[in-house]
Protein backbone atom coordinates (compact mmCIF):
# COMPACT_ATOMS: atom_id res chain seq x y z
CA UNK A 1 0.00 0.00 0.00
CA UNK A 2 2.77 2.41 1.13
CA UNK A 3 4.53 1.53 -2.67
CA UNK A 4 0.69 3.19 -4.16
CA UNK A 5 0.84 5.44 -2.40
CA UNK A 6 4.19 6.76 -3.30
CA UNK A 7 3.53 5.96 -6.70
CA UNK A 8 0.25 8.12 -6.71
CA UNK A 9 2.51 11.12 -4.98
CA UNK A 10 5.01 10.56 -7.70
CA UNK A 11 2.59 10.66 -10.31
CA UNK A 12 1.03 14.11 -8.98
CA UNK A 13 4.63 15.67 -9.46
CA UNK A 14 5.73 14.16 -12.67
CA UNK A 15 1.93 15.64 -14.09
CA UNK A 16 2.55 18.93 -12.56
CA UNK A 17 5.47 19.34 -14.47
CA UNK A 18 3.63 17.94 -17.82
CA UNK A 19 1.08 20.78 -16.83
CA UNK A 20 -1.52 17.67 -17.07
CA UNK A 21 -4.09 17.88 -14.45
CA UNK A 22 -3.18 15.97 -11.15
CA UNK A 23 -6.76 15.89 -9.74
CA UNK A 24 -7.89 13.44 -12.67
CA UNK A 25 -5.01 10.89 -12.25
CA UNK A 26 -6.05 10.98 -8.89
CA UNK A 27 -9.68 10.34 -9.14
CA UNK A 28 -8.38 7.76 -11.81
CA UNK A 29 -6.67 6.14 -8.83
CA UNK A 30 -10.02 6.46 -6.74
CA UNK A 31 -12.23 5.19 -9.36
CA UNK A 32 -9.89 1.97 -9.95
CA UNK A 33 -9.83 1.55 -5.84
CA UNK A 34 -6.29 2.08 -6.15
CA UNK A 35 -5.85 4.42 -3.23
CA UNK A 36 -9.11 6.11 -0.85
CA UNK A 37 -10.36 9.41 -1.18
CA UNK A 38 -8.28 10.11 2.34
CA UNK A 39 -5.20 8.89 0.62
CA UNK A 40 -5.89 10.65 -2.15
CA UNK A 41 -6.54 13.75 0.10
CA UNK A 42 -3.66 13.78 2.05
CA UNK A 43 -1.02 13.70 -1.43
CA UNK A 44 -2.84 16.87 -2.57
CA UNK A 45 -1.88 18.27 0.79
CA UNK A 46 1.78 17.33 0.84
CA UNK A 47 1.87 18.30 -2.63
CA UNK A 48 0.47 21.93 -2.08
CA UNK A 49 2.90 21.92 1.10
CA UNK A 50 5.85 20.44 -0.85
CA UNK A 51 4.72 23.78 -3.74
CA UNK A 52 4.80 26.05 -1.16
CA UNK A 53 8.31 25.46 0.00
CA UNK A 54 9.62 25.05 -3.36
CA UNK A 55 8.36 28.94 -4.05
CA UNK A 56 9.16 30.17 -0.69
CA UNK A 57 12.84 29.69 -1.89
CA UNK A 58 12.69 31.07 -5.67
CA UNK A 59 14.06 34.53 -6.15
CA UNK A 60 11.82 34.93 -8.55
CA UNK A 61 8.40 33.86 -10.67
CA UNK A 62 7.69 34.93 -14.04
CA UNK A 63 4.29 36.20 -15.28
CA UNK A 64 1.91 35.02 -17.79
CA UNK A 65 2.54 36.20 -20.77
CA UNK A 66 3.07 35.01 -24.45
CA UNK A 67 6.52 34.69 -23.44
CA UNK A 68 8.50 34.81 -20.17
CA UNK A 69 8.56 38.14 -18.26
CA UNK A 70 10.28 39.07 -14.98
CA UNK A 71 8.53 41.40 -13.09
CA UNK A 72 9.95 42.98 -9.95
CA UNK A 73 10.04 46.15 -8.00
CA UNK A 74 10.65 48.28 -5.11
CA UNK A 75 9.60 51.11 -2.75
CA UNK A 76 12.06 53.33 0.18
CA UNK A 77 10.58 54.75 2.82
CA UNK A 78 12.38 57.80 4.44
CA UNK A 79 12.24 59.79 7.39
CA UNK A 80 14.71 62.76 8.05
CA UNK A 81 15.89 64.86 11.23
CA UNK A 82 17.24 68.44 10.01
CA UNK A 83 18.84 70.21 12.20
CA UNK A 84 18.67 73.59 9.47
CA UNK A 85 16.89 76.29 10.85
CA UNK A 86 13.50 76.44 9.12
CA UNK A 87 13.38 73.07 7.36
CA UNK A 88 10.98 70.33 9.02
CA UNK A 89 11.74 67.16 9.67
CA UNK A 90 9.64 64.41 7.98
CA UNK A 91 8.55 60.95 5.85
CA UNK A 92 8.49 61.19 2.51
CA UNK A 93 8.55 58.21 -0.55
CA UNK A 94 11.86 58.24 -2.18
CA UNK A 95 10.96 55.84 -4.99
CA UNK A 96 8.98 53.42 -6.03
CA UNK A 97 10.00 51.79 -8.78
CA UNK A 98 8.04 48.91 -11.23
CA UNK A 99 10.81 46.84 -13.44
CA UNK A 100 9.89 44.40 -16.07
CA UNK A 101 12.44 42.57 -18.01
CA UNK A 102 12.28 39.77 -20.26
CA UNK A 103 14.04 38.05 -23.40
CA UNK A 104 12.41 37.45 -26.41
CA UNK A 105 15.13 34.73 -27.78
CA UNK A 106 18.79 33.87 -25.95
CA UNK A 107 20.40 36.52 -27.85
CA UNK A 108 17.59 39.55 -27.13
CA UNK A 109 16.00 40.87 -23.94
CA UNK A 110 14.83 43.78 -23.03
CA UNK A 111 13.80 46.17 -20.23
CA UNK A 112 11.04 48.72 -18.64
CA UNK A 113 11.68 50.70 -15.64
CA UNK A 114 9.10 53.25 -14.29
CA UNK A 115 8.63 55.15 -11.13
CA UNK A 116 5.90 56.22 -9.74
CA UNK A 117 6.54 59.12 -7.28
CA UNK A 118 5.57 62.64 -7.76
CA UNK A 119 4.95 62.40 -11.47
CA UNK A 120 5.54 59.15 -12.64
CA UNK A 121 8.21 59.02 -15.12
CA UNK A 122 9.76 55.86 -17.52
CA UNK A 123 13.56 55.41 -16.20
CA UNK A 124 14.55 52.76 -18.13
CA UNK A 125 13.29 51.67 -21.97
CA UNK A 126 15.89 49.45 -23.67
CA UNK A 127 16.54 46.36 -25.34
CA UNK A 128 19.80 44.40 -25.63
CA UNK A 129 21.30 42.00 -28.27
CA UNK A 130 23.54 40.25 -26.78
CA UNK A 131 25.82 38.43 -29.41
CA UNK A 132 28.33 37.50 -27.30
CA UNK A 133 30.10 38.11 -24.04
CA UNK A 134 32.36 40.29 -25.81
CA UNK A 135 30.30 41.78 -27.63
CA UNK A 136 26.40 43.64 -26.93
CA UNK A 137 24.56 46.35 -28.53
CA UNK A 138 21.84 48.28 -26.11
CA UNK A 139 19.77 50.86 -27.83
CA UNK A 140 16.89 52.77 -26.04
CA UNK A 141 17.11 54.71 -22.61
CA UNK A 142 19.28 53.68 -19.86
CA UNK A 143 22.23 54.60 -17.78
CA UNK A 144 25.45 56.09 -19.14
CA UNK A 145 28.44 54.02 -18.79
CA UNK A 146 29.92 56.88 -16.02
CA UNK A 147 30.78 55.97 -12.39
CA UNK A 148 30.92 53.14 -10.31
CA UNK A 149 27.80 55.01 -8.14
CA UNK A 150 25.85 55.91 -10.79
CA UNK A 151 25.54 52.02 -12.63
CA UNK A 152 24.82 50.96 -9.08
CA UNK A 153 21.01 50.33 -8.90
CA UNK A 154 19.52 52.75 -6.41
CA UNK A 155 17.93 49.32 -4.09
CA UNK A 156 21.47 47.90 -4.13
CA UNK A 157 23.12 51.30 -3.08
CA UNK A 158 25.25 50.59 0.71
CA UNK A 159 24.46 54.21 1.50
CA UNK A 160 20.91 56.09 1.23
CA UNK A 161 22.58 58.91 -0.81
CA UNK A 162 24.58 59.03 -3.24
CA UNK A 163 28.22 61.15 -3.25
CA UNK A 164 27.96 64.93 -3.86
CA UNK A 165 29.86 64.88 -7.19
CA UNK A 166 27.90 62.07 -8.54
CA UNK A 167 24.65 64.00 -8.41
CA UNK A 168 26.43 67.07 -9.59
CA UNK A 169 28.32 65.72 -12.83
CA UNK A 170 26.74 62.28 -13.85
CA UNK A 171 22.93 63.59 -15.00
CA UNK A 172 21.95 63.45 -11.67
CA UNK A 173 20.13 66.22 -9.04
CA UNK A 174 22.35 69.00 -9.48
CA UNK A 175 23.89 68.58 -13.09
CA UNK A 176 23.47 71.59 -15.35
CA UNK A 177 20.65 69.53 -17.47
CA UNK A 178 18.72 68.78 -14.51
CA UNK A 179 18.30 65.04 -12.98
CA UNK A 180 18.29 62.77 -15.52
CA UNK A 181 18.33 59.98 -13.10
CA UNK A 182 22.46 58.82 -14.89
CA UNK A 183 20.44 57.84 -17.85
CA UNK A 184 19.97 59.35 -21.20
CA UNK A 185 18.95 58.30 -24.52
CA UNK A 186 21.06 56.61 -27.28
CA UNK A 187 23.15 52.93 -28.25
CA UNK A 188 25.94 51.03 -26.71
CA UNK A 189 28.20 48.09 -27.36
CA UNK A 190 29.59 47.09 -24.64
CA UNK A 191 31.43 43.05 -23.41
CA UNK A 192 33.57 41.41 -21.69
CA UNK A 193 37.20 40.13 -22.76
CA UNK A 194 40.03 37.84 -21.09
CA UNK A 195 38.29 36.07 -18.71
CA UNK A 196 40.45 34.14 -16.07
CA UNK A 197 38.75 31.41 -13.65
CA UNK A 198 35.25 33.12 -14.83
CA UNK A 199 36.28 36.84 -13.75
CA UNK A 200 36.49 39.12 -16.85
CA UNK A 201 39.70 40.91 -17.17
CA UNK A 202 37.94 43.99 -19.29
CA UNK A 203 34.86 45.47 -19.09
CA UNK A 204 34.07 48.01 -21.73
CA UNK A 205 31.35 50.21 -22.51
CA UNK A 206 31.22 52.82 -24.95
CA UNK A 207 28.06 54.66 -26.59
CA UNK A 208 26.61 57.78 -28.31
CA UNK A 209 24.18 60.27 -26.65
CA UNK A 210 21.54 63.06 -27.57
CA UNK A 211 22.45 64.83 -24.02
CA UNK A 212 19.18 65.75 -23.35
CA UNK A 213 18.19 63.31 -20.74
CA UNK A 214 15.27 61.10 -20.22
CA UNK A 215 12.15 60.90 -22.15
CA UNK A 216 12.98 63.57 -24.62
CA UNK A 217 14.11 64.06 -27.83
CA UNK A 218 17.44 65.89 -28.13
CA UNK A 219 17.18 69.44 -27.40
CA UNK A 220 20.71 70.83 -27.32
CA UNK A 221 21.61 70.62 -30.94
CA UNK A 222 22.49 67.86 -33.78
CA UNK A 223 26.14 66.73 -32.47
CA UNK A 224 25.52 63.43 -30.34
CA UNK A 225 27.61 62.70 -26.80
CA UNK A 226 30.42 60.28 -26.47
CA UNK A 227 30.32 58.40 -23.30
CA UNK A 228 32.94 55.67 -22.83
CA UNK A 229 34.25 53.24 -19.38
CA UNK A 230 37.05 51.14 -19.12
CA UNK A 231 37.37 48.64 -15.86
CA UNK A 232 39.95 46.18 -15.02
CA UNK A 233 39.45 43.61 -12.85
CA UNK A 234 43.00 41.41 -11.89
CA UNK A 235 41.71 40.21 -8.57
CA UNK A 236 38.58 38.51 -7.53
CA UNK A 237 36.69 41.63 -5.79
CA UNK A 238 39.30 44.08 -6.51
CA UNK A 239 38.68 46.55 -10.03
CA UNK A 240 39.77 49.76 -11.06
CA UNK A 241 39.42 52.11 -13.79
CA UNK A 242 37.75 55.23 -15.30
CA UNK A 243 35.00 57.07 -18.14
CA UNK A 244 35.29 59.67 -19.89
CA UNK A 245 32.17 61.55 -21.50
CA UNK A 246 32.68 64.40 -24.41
CA UNK A 247 29.57 66.53 -24.88
CA UNK A 248 27.69 69.46 -25.37
CA UNK A 249 24.67 71.05 -23.74
CA UNK A 250 21.96 73.73 -24.47
CA UNK A 251 22.83 77.32 -22.78
CA UNK A 252 21.61 80.32 -22.60
CA UNK A 253 25.35 81.89 -22.99
CA UNK A 254 27.23 79.26 -25.44
CA UNK A 255 30.95 79.21 -24.56
CA UNK A 256 31.06 78.76 -28.73
CA UNK A 257 29.15 81.10 -30.43
CA UNK A 258 26.69 79.45 -32.71
CA UNK A 259 26.98 76.49 -30.65
CA UNK A 260 25.68 74.81 -26.89
CA UNK A 261 27.95 74.91 -24.52
CA UNK A 262 30.55 72.08 -23.28
CA UNK A 263 29.79 69.08 -21.34
CA UNK A 264 32.73 67.08 -20.98
CA UNK A 265 33.52 64.41 -17.82
CA UNK A 266 36.46 62.52 -16.51
CA UNK A 267 36.24 59.61 -14.03
CA UNK A 268 38.65 57.19 -12.47
CA UNK A 269 37.32 54.54 -9.57
CA UNK A 270 38.29 51.63 -7.75
CA UNK A 271 36.55 48.86 -5.74
CA UNK A 272 37.68 45.98 -3.44
CA UNK A 273 35.00 44.04 -2.48
CA UNK A 274 35.95 40.94 0.42
CA UNK A 275 33.28 39.02 2.48
CA UNK A 276 33.22 41.23 5.24
CA UNK A 277 35.35 44.40 4.71
CA UNK A 278 34.93 46.85 1.36
CA UNK A 279 36.87 49.92 0.00
CA UNK A 280 35.90 52.13 -2.81
CA UNK A 281 36.57 55.23 -4.22
CA UNK A 282 35.66 57.55 -7.22
CA UNK A 283 37.59 60.95 -8.68
CA UNK A 284 35.36 62.87 -11.16
CA UNK A 285 35.60 66.53 -12.97
CA UNK A 286 33.92 68.11 -15.59
CA UNK A 287 33.71 71.24 -17.21
CA UNK A 288 30.43 72.79 -18.09
CA UNK A 289 31.17 76.27 -20.23
CA UNK A 290 33.79 77.53 -19.00
CA UNK A 291 33.82 76.41 -15.70
CA UNK A 292 35.81 73.75 -14.07
CA UNK A 293 34.25 71.24 -11.53
CA UNK A 294 35.70 68.49 -9.33
CA UNK A 295 35.41 66.22 -6.38
CA UNK A 296 35.84 62.44 -5.01
CA UNK A 297 35.02 60.32 -2.32
CA UNK A 298 36.03 57.59 -0.12
CA UNK A 299 33.86 54.84 1.41
CA UNK A 300 34.42 52.03 3.80
CA UNK A 301 32.41 49.44 4.97
CA UNK A 302 32.57 46.17 7.39
CA UNK A 303 29.65 43.42 7.62
CA UNK A 304 29.81 42.98 11.73
CA UNK A 305 27.21 39.90 10.53
CA UNK A 306 27.96 38.74 7.45
CA UNK A 307 25.28 40.13 4.87
CA UNK A 308 23.08 40.78 8.09
CA UNK A 309 24.71 43.90 9.84
CA UNK A 310 27.01 46.49 7.71
CA UNK A 311 28.60 49.67 9.08
CA UNK A 312 29.83 51.98 6.73
CA UNK A 313 31.32 55.21 6.52
CA UNK A 314 32.43 58.18 3.77
CA UNK A 315 34.14 61.16 3.04
CA UNK A 316 32.89 63.09 0.33
CA UNK A 317 33.99 66.43 -0.82
CA UNK A 318 33.50 68.73 -3.80
CA UNK A 319 34.45 71.49 -5.68
CA UNK A 320 31.19 73.35 -7.59
CA UNK A 321 33.89 75.52 -9.55
CA UNK A 322 38.02 75.12 -9.17
CA UNK A 323 38.44 77.93 -10.57
CA UNK A 324 37.20 80.60 -7.55
CA UNK A 325 37.77 79.61 -3.80
CA UNK A 326 35.64 79.61 -0.68
CA UNK A 327 33.55 77.33 -1.95
CA UNK A 328 34.22 73.78 -1.14
CA UNK A 329 31.38 71.41 0.56
CA UNK A 330 32.42 68.15 2.49
CA UNK A 331 30.29 65.75 3.66
CA UNK A 332 31.19 63.22 6.37
CA UNK A 333 28.35 60.27 6.53
CA UNK A 334 28.39 57.36 9.33
CA UNK A 335 26.32 54.81 9.47
CA UNK A 336 24.82 51.24 9.18
CA UNK A 337 22.52 49.19 6.91
CA UNK A 338 20.49 45.89 8.79
CA UNK A 339 19.28 43.58 5.82
CA UNK A 340 15.93 41.62 6.88
CA UNK A 341 16.18 39.33 3.57
CA UNK A 342 17.08 39.59 -0.08
CA UNK A 343 13.57 41.59 -0.52
CA UNK A 344 13.89 44.41 2.65
CA UNK A 345 16.66 46.44 4.78
CA UNK A 346 17.00 49.04 7.25
CA UNK A 347 19.10 52.10 6.49
CA UNK A 348 20.16 54.99 9.02
CA UNK A 349 23.12 57.41 8.58
CA UNK A 350 24.32 60.87 9.50
CA UNK A 351 25.95 62.84 7.86
CA UNK A 352 27.79 66.32 8.97
CA UNK A 353 28.16 68.77 6.44
CA UNK A 354 30.98 71.27 6.40
CA UNK A 355 31.04 74.55 3.53
CA UNK A 356 33.36 76.70 2.89
CA UNK A 357 31.96 80.55 3.27
CA UNK A 358 29.23 81.07 5.48
CA UNK A 359 28.36 78.18 7.91
CA UNK A 360 24.92 76.59 8.16
CA UNK A 361 24.24 73.99 10.70
CA UNK A 362 23.01 71.79 8.28
CA UNK A 363 23.19 68.76 9.65
CA UNK A 364 20.55 65.78 9.15
CA UNK A 365 20.00 62.25 10.24
CA UNK A 366 17.83 59.94 7.25
CA UNK A 367 16.79 56.45 8.49
CA UNK A 368 15.26 54.35 5.03
CA UNK A 369 13.42 51.44 5.31
CA UNK A 370 13.34 49.79 1.35
CA UNK A 371 11.09 47.05 0.88
CA UNK A 372 10.67 45.14 -2.99
CA UNK A 373 9.01 41.93 -4.83
Known amino acids: MKLLFSLAFFLLIITDVLSQSTNDILNLLISNKTISQAQADSVRAEAALLQQQTDASRKSFFISATRQMQLTGYSQIRYQFLDEAGKKDGFDIRRARIDLKGSVTPV ?57 VVEALIARGKDVIGNQNGRDIGIQVSGTLLKLKNIPLIEYRIGVFNGSGINVADTANENKDIAGRLIFTPLKGLSFGGGIYMGRDKAIKPDVIGQSQTRDRFAAEF ?66 NYTFNSWSRLQAFYTIKQEEGTSVDNNYLSVQYQVGF
Open 108 to 164: FSYRVQADLVDKPKLIDAYGEIKLADYFSVTAGQFKIPMSLENLSSSNKLEMIDRSQ
Open 271 to 336: SYVATRFSLKGEYIKGKDGNTNRAGWYLQTGYYLIPQKIQILGKYDIYDPNTGTGNNISTNYVFGA
